[in-house]
């Protein structure tokens, strides 16, 4: 039964990464995927790496005995900040409204600190209970042009392309007139028979 789950679990991760629109999250880097009492339970985060910045967290809940998504679980999700930081841990309420593959609960994480947050999933259905708890590293939000230098570079790139393109071009051209030129100097010489 355990393999089933974890069958489930990947087959719904590898269609959310490829099916899923990028800024949307809804999948993205497995976390962790664990049985956790009556269920099995995977986390996936959005971008890769996290960065001090919005952040897409998505959980995928599956029964434990046979495989099958759990649809109507209340699934909450507590960051705790890195050692040492004076910030508050955050408790986000992961829904499928906020999913846009409707098989997860997501939530939006906003950290306000890099280093490695703490995440304790909770997941509970009637009288059912599970617990999942990894370590989120965040980096530091890459800042002015490091954060979009690659959009920069693209139109200096394509306009060198097309400067060496056009003077290639000439160079041909200039190489075909002269062999056109003294092709025509070779025909309007008199030959001599003698």
Avoid at 138 to 146: F, I, M, P, Y
Avoid at 152 to 176: E, H, K, M, T
Wanted: charged content about 20%; proline content about 9%; overall charge positive.
């Amino acid at each position: 039964m355990r393999r089933v789950a974890e069958l489930a679990v990947l087959a719904v991760w590898t269609l959310t990464g490829t099916l899923s629109p990028p800024v949307a999250g809804d999948g993205g880097t497995m976390r962790v995927v664990e049985p956790a009492g009556p269920f099995v339970v995977g986390v996936f985060s959005t971008p890769e790496p996290l960065r001090v910045a919005p952040a897409d967290l998505s959980v995928l809940v599956l029964e434990r005995a046979n495989g099958r998504p759990v649809l109507d679980a209340a699934v909450t999700l507590e960051l705790r900040p890195p050692d040492g930081s004076k910030d508050a841990p955050q408790r986000l309420e992961a829904t499928h409204a906020q999913a846009t593959n409707k098989l997860l609960y997501a939530a939006t994480f906003r950290p306000t600190v890099a280093g490695e947050w703490t995440l304790h999933v909770t997941v509970e259905r009637g009288t059912e209970a599970a617990d999942v708890g990894c370590p989120l590293p965040v980096a530091r939000d890459r800042a002015g042009l490091a954060a979009i230098w690659p959009y920069l570079a693209i139109p200096p790139v394509v306009v060198a392309l097309y400067a060496l393109r056009a003077w290639l071009s000439g160079r041909r051209r200039q190489g075909v007139r002269a062999s056109v030129r003294s092709a025509s100097s070779r025909s309007a010489t008199p030959m001599s028979t003698g």
